[in-house]
């Protein structure tokens, strides 16, 4: 069993093509047999730029400039590489975590920045896209100053501070 990534589907067919003849090579060379079966397998990541560039000016000013970097292609694939090929998304990566990832020693040294802080880069993301995209709000400032003011409500709970953190338990 194996797989192949790339950057884009059809250089990914172009190599899984490659892989498989190189298969029925070797099986030819020492006289046994091969099947394959080919199965879809994780799409390419496909950052959108808008989203990206959104999540990037919302960072930049919760970390600042320095702290904030550009990833090109990466070789690693999730699901989200699927998602991203159907509609716009992103998948922000954020710093707070040490160790080798998916190891066991993979562990988050900082929650405040692994996870606190790039939920609200994703979550000012949204305000933008509220004000940007719809008629919701006809500003990001103005999207804040309804939430300041408690015209936002979750759960039927009144939101008032764009800092609030929800507790899904």
């Keep these: 069993e194996t797989f192949v990534r790339a950057r884009t589907v059809s250089v990914m067919m172009e190599m899984a093509e490659r892989v498989d003849r190189c298969f029925r090579a070797g099986a030819l060379a020492t006289g046994a047999r091969v099947k394959i079966t080919t199965l879809p397998g994780y799409l390419p990541l496909i950052n959108d730029p808008h989203l990206a560039e959104l999540y990037r000016r919302n960072a930049e000013e919760l970390v600042g400039k320095d702290a904030v970097g550009h990833i090109r292609h990466r070789g690693s694939s999730t699901d989200m590489g699927d998602v991203s090929n159907?509609?716009?998304?992103?998948?922000?990566?954020?710093?707070?975590?040490?160790?080798?990832?998916?190891?066991?020693?993979?562990?988050?040294?900082?929650?405040?920045?692994?996870?606190l802080t790039a939920a609200k880069a994703m979550t000012w993301c949204v305000i933008d896209l509220l004000a940007e995209k719809t008629k919701v709000f006809p500003s990001k400032s103005e999207a804040r100053k309804m939430i300041q003011g408690g015209g936002i409500s979750i759960n039927k709970e009144k939101v008032n501070s764009p800092e609030l953190l929800i507790n899904t338990s």
């Design 86 to 115: 159907l509609i716009p998304a992103i998948q922000p990566y954020a710093a707070g975590a040490e160790g080798s990832a998916h190891g066991v020693d993979y562990v988050i040294q900082d929650w405040d920045v692994a996870v």
